[in-house]
T-cell receptor, first 112, second 114 residues
Framework: GAGVSQSPSNKVTEKGKDVELRCDPI?????LYWYRQSLGQGLEFLIY????????KSGLPSDRFSAERTGGSVSTLTIQRTQQEDSAVYLC??????????FGEGSRLTVL | AQSVTQPDIHITVSEGASLELRCNYS??????LFWYVQSPGQGLQLLLK??????LVQGIKGFEAEFKRSQSSFNLRKPSVHWSDAAEYFC????????????FGKGTKLSVKP
């Protein structure tokens, strides 16, 4: 597609359930970021994938969070045993040149 | 640790007035610098970037920013604000040679009065 596509756009779940968020990157963009945006907190870096290199997972807030990128294309962010503080907008972005990100519109997660 | 500070959480300006949004960074060397804009209900979009060379960079929508090494600043400016500029603006720093951590400030929300 022409842009970064994220799904679902909205997800409401119950505390304790697992959720998966998907990101379809721009074709040919080899680098991919996940960020979390909470109200008043700006953008929090979660994880970065670059080609076949080991991902930079330094931003994942706990071991309940994981992400994978299959075949250098689609990425999924998984949150296990969701907590209310996980409620946020999760943003995916792919990279054309270092630092120049193309963002998806995000997946809004609400944990009840 | 590297950081990005946007000291103004919320700014209100009148339509047609000039605008300056502040950004300061903490980093040992000259980083790559960016401004992104997030309009209501939309994703983030790159406004402009600084990699090297001329310290005054032009971006889309009539915005410009000036890199000042002595002040570790990269302030965003626009001579005349339009109502459609109401949005949230994020300054970001990318560490040269790093594996990929692009650090964002907490953002400045811009409101425009008619």
């Amino acid at each position: 597609g022409a842009g970064v596509s994220q799904s679902p756009s909205n997800k409401v779940t119950e505390k304790g359930k697992d959720v998966e968020l998907r990101c379809d990157p721009i074709s040919g963009h080899t680098a991919l970021y996940w960020y979390r945006q909470s109200l008043g907190q700006g953008l929090e870096f979660l994880i970065y994938f670059q080609g076949n290199s080991a991902p930079d997972k330094s931003g994942l807030p706990s071991d309940r969070f994981s992400a994978e990128r299959t075949g250098g294309s689609v990425s999924t962010l998984t949150i296990q045993r969701t907590q209310q503080e996980d409620s946020a907008v999760y943003l995916c972005a792919t990279v054309r040149v270092p630092g120049e990100l193309f963002f998806g519109e995000g997946s809004r997660l609400t944990v009840l | 640790a590297q950081s990005v500070t946007q000291p103004d959480i919320h700014i209100t300006v009148s339509e047609g007035a000039s605008l300056e949004l502040r950004c300061n960074y903490s980093y040992g060397a000259t980083p790559y610098l960016f401004w992104y804009v997030q309009s209501p209900g939309q994703g983030l979009q790159l406004l402009l970037k600084y990699f090297s060379g001329d310290t005054l960079v032009q971006g889309i929508k009539g915005f410009e920013a000036e890199f000042k090494r002595s002040q570790s600043s990269f302030n965003l400016r626009k001579p005349s604000v339009h109502w459609s500029d109401a949005a949230e603006y994020f300054c970001a720093v990318f560490r040269r040679g790093s594996q990929g951590n692009l650090i964002f400030g907490k953002g400045t929300k811009l409101s425009v009065k008619p």
